[in-house]
């Protein structure tokens, strides 16, 4: 199973700071709108249905998330959102994948070169990087049995049974990871064995892993921060181990 990933312990834990950033909604908001192109109802569209469950979970006012399905489903005006990704190499040559939601590619690609530039990236050329990760589905789930070795076990036993392809422990939990369209069954399945499910989402996971120094991966770590904080960024992934 994975190793330990020093950016998925940072980036989760950031997740609860998030909660609380006036740009949180906003892309909450983008993510439902692309999801609700294949479809308004999230009974037949998990995509949607993950988009929600995020929303719900930052306590995101209902009559916000029923405008966002109504502009994805094209119910309602207002510019296009765009899918972009971008590749970058960050300092020490470390690989990172931006995925942007937004409705001005160019005001997109301004910022994100802005902080790229100011902390020791630059942009990557298509197919540069990408190649490093694979796409798959992630959960996160809570530890709240670990008080014994017994409960660790029946943890990573009701993981394995699940149907995930690996998993990671990280400091309040474990990153649990399957193939993209086995997310929904692994989530009801870990749900179903007992344990709390905080989050399901698709990322780019790393094939590999790059161990840095503590300087170095503060560098990088603050780098990766910083375009999380773009309004226009829906997620970052990198291969910092």
Known sequence: MSGHSKWATTKHQKAAADAKRSNLFTKISNMISVAARAGGDPTMNFQLRLAMD????????????????????????????????????????????????????????????????????????????????????????????????????????????????????????????????????????LHESGLEVQSADLVFKPKTTVGLDEEASTKVIKMLHALDDLDDVANVSSNLG
Do not use: H, W
Request: proline share 2%.
């Open 54 to 189: 995020k929303a719900r979970s930052a306590n995101m006012p209902k009559d916000k998330i029923e405008k966002a399905i109504k502009r994805g489903t094209g119910e309602l005006g207002g510019a296009r959102i765009e899918e972009i990704l971008y590749e970058a190499y960050g300092p020490t040559g470390t690989a990172i994948l931006i995925e942007v939601l937004s409705d001005n590619r160019n005001r997109a690609a301004s910022e994100i070169k802005s902080v790229l530039n100011k902390l020791g990236g630059k942009l990557a050329g298509s197919g540069a990087v990408s190649y490093l990760f694979e796409r798959n589905g992630e959960i996160r789930i809570k530890d709240e049995l670990l008080d014994s070795a017994q409960g660790k076990e029946k943890i990573e036993e009701n993981i394995i049974d699940s149907g995930a392809q690996d998993y990671e422990k990280i400091d309040d939990g474990y990153l649990v990871y399957c193939a993209p369209n086995e997310l929904s069954n692994v989530k009801n399945s």
